[in-house]
C-alpha cells in the first residue's frame, strides 16, 4: 500500500503555468502507475492523466494533452503534473493516484488517493 500527498495548488491567472507534485510513501514507488484526476465544484472527478510505473507510457485526457504533463522522479518517489496555458476550467481539486503494475484511465480502478490540492484559474 502507498500513501500519497499532492501539492503545489493556489491561485493562478489564465494563462499562468504550474506544477503540482504528488509524493509517496509505504511502498517501491516504481511499480505503480500513478494517475492525475480533477474534481470541479459540481461536477464527477475526471481524468487528467496517467504515467506508467516505469515512466516509459503517459497518456492524456484530450482537454490537457497540448497543455499539461506528467513526469516522475522515482529518486523522490514523485510524480508531477506541469500545467500550462491554464484556462478558467482547469479549476478543480486535483488528486494523484496510485494503481498496482496496472494501467487504467479510470478512477474507479485506483485503490490508493492523496488528499487533493485546489487549483483555482481567474480570468
Known amino acids: 500500500q502507498v500513501q500519497l500527498v499532492e501539492s503545489g495548488g493556489r491561485l493562478v491567472q489564465a494563462g499562468d503555468s504550474l506544477r503540482l507534485s504528488c509524493a509517496a510513501s509505504?511502498?517501491?514507488?516504481?511499480?505503480?502507475?500513478m494517475g492525475w484526476f480533477r474534481q470541479a465544484p459540481g461536477k464527477a472527478r475526471e481524468f487528467v492523466g496517467v504515467i506508467s510505473w516505469g515512466g516509459g507510457t503517459t497518456a492524456y485526457a484530450d482537454s490537457v494533452k497540448t497543455r499539461f504533463s506528467i513526469s516522475r522522479d522515482s529518486a523522490k518517489n514523485t510524480v508531477y503534473l506541469a500545467m500550462n496555458s491554464l484556462k478558467p476550467e482547469d479549476t478543480a481539486v486535483y488528486y494523484c493516484?496510485?494503481?498496482?503494475?496496472?494501467?487504467?484511465?479510470?478512477?474507479?480502478?485506483?485503490?490508493?488517493w492523496g488528499q487533493g490540492t485546489q487549483v483555482t484559474v481567474s480570468s
Open positions: 493516484a496510485a494503481l498496482y503494475y496496472d494501467w487504467s484511465t479510470e478512477s474507479g480502478h485506483y485503490p490508493w
Open positions: 509505504g511502498d517501491t514507488f516504481s511499480r505503480y502507475t
